[in-house]
């Protein structure tokens, strides 16, 4: 069962790594959607969820535009965002909560990591046309 729902909160929250089409609230909403059901959120928590999502995402899409800094400055500050998200998250989440999110979370990457090298070979395939 715990698989299974992981399967679940792996497969939908990879649609949040379709990042550069869609807004901060849009990324907000799809996230805070799959942890509510994943990790059966009260709607106290889910709305705790979706702000500090909202505010990271905002965040990170400012560092993704800002053209003076460099590649590895933008990847530091998002991983420093990253961080604070999980420490705002576990003040949100009941232990359990949390340390399923944990053990979902390194399945998560991966499969976002999968997503955008396969649509950057597609775009550069249809570049190619």
């Given at each position: 069962?715990?698989?299974?729902l ?23 909403q ?46 530091d ?14 003040k949100?989440l ?36």
């Amino acid at each position: 069962m715990t698989i299974l729902l992981g399967l679940f909160f792996i497969a939908t929250i990879v649609n949040v790594a379709d990042a550069q089409q869609k807004t901060p609230e849009q990324k907000a909403q799809t996230q805070t959607a799959v942890m509510t059901k994943s990790l059966t959120l009260n709607k106290d928590q889910s709305a705790k969820v979706h702000t500090i999502v909202l505010n990271i995402a905002e965040k990170i899409d400012a560092i993704h535009q800002n053209p003076n800094l460099e590649s590895e400055a933008k990847q530091d500050q998002i991983n420093d965002l990253r961080q604070e998200r999980d420490q705002k998250f576990q003040k949100v989440l009941t232990a359990e909560q949390f340390k399923k999110y944990q053990e979902l979370k390194p399945q998560w990457i991966k499969k976002n990591r999968e997503q955008r090298k396969l649509k950057e070979q597609n775009a550069v395939g249809q570049e190619n046309r």
